[in-house]
């Protein structure tokens, strides 16, 4: 795999190198963690912040006529309020779609909206002022559902967009109208996702500091993406992005929620400078709820073509999205719901269309297994229903349709390692599939389904020319190591991942590093932790900035005992001259490396090669990604007839994930990525009404608890990437997308009826079942007729 | 109205003056600083801020500071006694049982209160204790993984 790797005999005395990939390793920051000295954003020491908060709007959908804020400004404790007038540079994640205020202007587009901000002496004075604000409204249709947003005549959310329509996808790639025509069967089915959320533990908040004296700005704040805070902030703020400074400090989790930078996040920047302090700007739950940015309500036509073998011949796919109020990452979304069809099984031929409309709800955006995970509960269910038809089994159909890596899909995109076979058979294997398969007593089921993931986008979402990511590695006189990235650590071990990488490059114990992560006064900038972009990523960077390292420490090594470099080796604690029992240790390597340069800083970057970035059709730059990752799962459920209710038994799941340089944190991933798409399948929704969310706290919008979780089991299959960090890939999203699927379809065996979407909520299991009835009185009534 | 209110917190004396309507969940992350105990949600819904009040475990966001008159409250931050981290904190950390690690407090001091009580306990045992905390990262898995080490340490 690598040369210290390959280093096996050592003389007495001599130390071996440590192998720190590969090793189940506990997290570097989690004795922070669970002693409760981690600082999160909130967690601060703010003494003499000011506090913030926020005004929402009242009405989904309305007309600002005037906002009087002159009430408020009088009140004795407050020292700033800011409106819609304080900030005219629309944002959003995407250059090509900024149509978002950190406070409205003019308009209300969703219930809940900043439209004004207030900083004051204590949270009480705070709250008194928000009181004091008088804002007249004229309301306006409130559309909640995507087709009363497209309906004719409906009031346009934003002005250049007809129809609420923010993007439409027309693409078709390979002869789909020759592939269903070679079809044994042509089935088509629709189907209906409700919108979820994140859920993330950690309620949102920022805490901005500015100095008057030197007119800087520092935010610390609760982001996946500091980067791309600081350039929004330093965009809607007007100043130059080097009076900014950004730190992430610890992150209660993401999944998506922190990928784009969020309004809260530059009305606190706002509010610092129009009071010349510190703000502290704290949300709610509730208000967490709705900053939102997660998996838009979802409806898909989908067609499928298939031979009796159980080739899929063509693929005829409409997605509609509900995606909220503004831009974000919406196209992105709407893209990948296509792009994502073609990269887990052979497809000669597929149709998509796509709509992503504008309504008065919060902003969606990117939620873990982004855009494809409705799809893939569409699509793994109509293929199970046409394999039924000709009496394939569930792994037959899927067996028939699998591809051998490399791969280039129809749409141009490339795939190098695929171990989705083995991860059929484990499964497989392991759930005693074929012994128990159709065999299971009366409310029982077991189903199975497949999913993949991206590592990383190869086009980033800014093109500036740079390197994709890029690691430093600090060496000082102490002969400890640290490692500066932009790359956010938000729970899911990046910071663990990238020191164990550098670590294992130079043969070095893992308490020699330090990692430093997210602070833009010291570490290089980076595009931020989505799309499951820092394994491979910045994981090669780490890696490159390793091996110059290395580099530098052999030419100290080869000098010092007077040889050439060709004749060291480097053994981690020690450099010895091969074949021989000369060497010096790694403190004196350390010594004579500073001699001339002093205090040593070396560089790594990665960039995607260029012939992995895709094709060059409209939508190309959605989809490409230098590794994709696999995962095959099984769920075992029972279902009580009497209350609808589903028990998860079990979840067996099989990742291939390339080298796991973290099997323990992989494990930890895989088990929460596949709790979250059971959450999704058995429970959770958001629910609005006249665009007043009805489930904004963790109550009502319900997450499994720890009595309903199920055992699971994660199998990491032998795989090996070779554009990734020492084999690795992404292992973080690829497997949720198949638990919805293989759980509806152990309901469908359960239960003998195929929902048409999710969640599978006790209520709507129970209607179904009703149906079924109903049915089956029907027929029992009519034969007895005849 | 404010009144003067004697505790006990991880085992040190205090008094402070507290408002009737302070939250201990207030008292303890900004009267006493310490701020391991997390508030994720905007009351009694995610156990975030679970303490344990004379060995019970308590939502610390649904207590009053000034109904703790008296009382021994234990913290995440007196979990590490002598600075040797306690079985439990031990556990969480070398199984994984923490990722974003904002659970991590609530969930270890609930733990901690179950296995005072029962310090064998079962997989029921342990899902039952912990069913007021949630995690969004885990999935569970190693969080009862992690208990479970704790018992056996």
Redesign the interface.
């Known amino acids: 795999m690598n040369e210290i790797a390959s280093c096996a005999s050592h003389g007495e005395g001599i130390p071996a190198p440590t192998h720190a990939a590969g090793r189940r390793q506990?997290?570097i920051?989690?004795?922070?963690?669970?002693?409760?000295?981690?600082?999160?954003t909130?967690?601060l020491p703010a003494t003499q912040a000011l506090t913030g908060a926020i005004l929402s709007s009242p009405h989904a959908h309305a007309e600002i006529v005037s906002i009087d804020v002159s009430r408020a400004r009088a009140l004795p404790g407050v020292r700033a309020v800011i409106t819609g007038e304080d900030c005219d540079v629309p944002f959003g994640i995407l250059p090509i779609a900024r149509n978002e205020y950190p406070l409205a202007r003019g308009k209300v587009l969703y219930w809940g909206e900043a439209v004004a901000a207030v900083a004051a002496e204590d949270e009480q004075t705070a709250r008194a002022a928000l009181d004091l604000i008088e804002v007249e409204y004229r309301t306006l249709p409130v559309y909640i559902s995507a087709a009363e947003a497209r309906a004719p005549g409906a009031v346009l959310l934003h002005a250049n967009k007809p129809g609420n329509v923010e993007r439409e996808v027309n693409n078709t790639f390979g002869d789909v109208d020759a592939g269903i025509a070679a079809a044994d069967l042509v089935r088509e089915e629709s189907f209906h996702y409700a919108e979820v959320a994140?859920?993330?533990?950690?309620?949102d908040c920022t805490l901005a500091e500015f100095d008057p004296e030197s007119g800087r700005l520092t935010v610390q704040s609760v982001s996946q993406v500091p980067y791309y805070v600081h350039l929004t902030i330093s965009e809607c703020l007007k100043m130059d992005p080097a009076d900014v400074r950004v730190i992430k400090p610890?992150?209660?989790?993401g999944?998506g929620h922190r990928t784009e930078t969020l309004p809260f996040e530059i009305t606190a920047a706002l509010l610092a400078r129009a009071a010349r302090g510190t703000v502290k700007l704290q949300l709610?739950?509730?208000e967490t709820f709705t900053i939102h940015r997660a998996r838009p309500e979802t409806d898909i036509r989908l067609k499928i073509g298939m031979k009796k073998s159980g080739e899929i011949t063509a693929v005829d796919a409409e997605v509609v999205q509900r995606g909220g109020a503004s831009a974000g990452y919406g196209i992105i979304t709407i893209l990948y719901a296509g792009a994502l069809l073609h990269t887990l099984y052979r497809m000669p031929a597929v149709r998509y269309r796509g709509f992503r409309v504008y309504t008065n709800t919060p902003p969606c955006g990117p939620m873990r297994g982004h855009g494809g995970v409705d799809m893939r509960h569409a699509f793994e269910s109509l293929m199970d229903m046409m394999a039924e038809t000709f009496g394939l089994d569930a792994f037959a159909v899927r067996r028939a349709n699998l591809f051998v890596a490399p791969y280039q899909s129809v749409n141009e995109l490339k795939v190098s390692t695929c171990e989705l076979a083995a991860c059929l058979d484990w499964v497989e294997q392991a759930s005693g599939w074929r012994s128990r398969k159709g065999k299971l007593p009366r409310g029982r089921g077991l189903g199975v389904a497949c999913s993949h993931f991206i590592s990383g986008a190869a086009k980033p979402v800014h093109w500036t020319g740079e390197p994709h990511a890029t690691v430093n590695l600090r060496l000082d006189f102490d002969g400890s190591i640290t490692l500066l990235t932009g790359a956010a650590d938000?729970?899911?071990?990046s910071s663990t991942l990238l020191a164990q990488i550098a670590a294992e490059v130079l043969g070095l114990e893992l308490a020699r590093f330090r990692v430093i992560a997210g602070d833009s006064a010291l570490t290089p900038k980076d595009n931020g932790s989505y799309s499951s972009r820092v394994s491979l990523m910045v994981g090669n960077a780490a890696l490159a900035a390793a091996e110059d390292l290395k580099r530098q420490l052999v030419a100290a090594a080869a000098k010092r005992l007077e040889v050439g470099v060709e004749d060291i080796e480097c053994l981690g604690e020690a450099y010895r001259v091969i074949g021989t029992d000369r060497m010096v240790s790694y403190r004196d390597v350390v010594k004579s490396a500073l001699e001339v340069t002093g205090p040593l800083t070396t560089r790594g970057t990665y960039t995607v090669p260029l012939d992995m970035q895709g094709g060059k059709y409209r939508g190309a730059g959605v989809g490409p990604s230098p590794a994709y990752s696999y995962a095959a799962s099984v769920v075992e459920v029972s279902v009580d007839e009497d209350t609808g209710q589903i028990k998860v038994e079990k979840l067996w799941v099989a990742q291939d994930c390339g080298v796991a340089i973290n099997p323990?944190?992989v494990?930890?991933q895989v088990?929460?990525s596949?709790?979250?798409g059971?959450g999704q399948a058995l429970c959770e929704e958001t629910e609005f009404v006249n665009g007043r969310p009805l489930r904004g706290?963790?109550?009502d919008y319900r997450?499994p608890?720890?009595?309903e979780?199920p055992?699971?089991e994660v199998k990491i299959v032998a795989s090996y990437e070779p554009n990734g960090p020492l084999g690795a890939k992404e292992a973080s999203e690829s497997s949720l997308g198949s638990i919805p699927p293989a759980l509806a379809a152990a309901v469908a065996e359960a239960i003998g009826v195929r929902l048409p979407g999710l969640p599978l909520s006790p209520d709507r299991v129970l209607a179904a079942l009703h149906a079924r009835r109903r049915e089956e009185r029907l027929k029992s009534a009519l034969a007895g007729a005849r | 109205m404010k009144r003067l209110v004697s505790l006990w917190l991880n085992g040190r004396h205090r008094e402070d003056a507290v408002s009737d309507n302070l939250l201990l969940l207030d008292y303890v992350r900004e009267t006493a600083g310490l701020t391991g105990t997390k508030c994720g949600c905007d009351g009694g819904e995610c156990g975030a801020c679970t303490v344990l009040i004379d060995g019970e475990p308590r939502l610390a966001c649904l207590t009053l500071a000034a109904a703790c008159e008296g009382k021994r409250v234990e913290t995440i931050e007196g979990q590490a006694a002598g600075g040797k981290l306690s079985p439990l904190q031990q556990s969480f950390h070398e199984n994984l049982g923490t990722q974003c690690g904002y659970c991590t407090p609530g969930m270890i001091m609930a733990s901690e209160a179950l296995l005072r009580r029962n310090p064998r306990p079962s997989e029921a045992d342990i899902r039952e204790a912990l069913s007021g905390n949630l995690c969004r990262c885990t999935g569970y898995v190693k969080i009862i993984e992690s208990v479970k080490a704790a018992c056996e340490s």
Do not use: C
């Open positions: 506990p997290l920051d989690g004795i922070e963690k669970v002693t409760g000295r981690a600082r999160y909130t967690d994140h859920a993330q533990i950690e309620p610890f992150i209660g989790g999944f709610s739950r509730a938000i729970g899911q071990g323990l944190a494990e930890g088990q929460g596949v709790w979250m059971m706290n963790l109550l997450v608890t720890i009595v979780s055992p699971i």
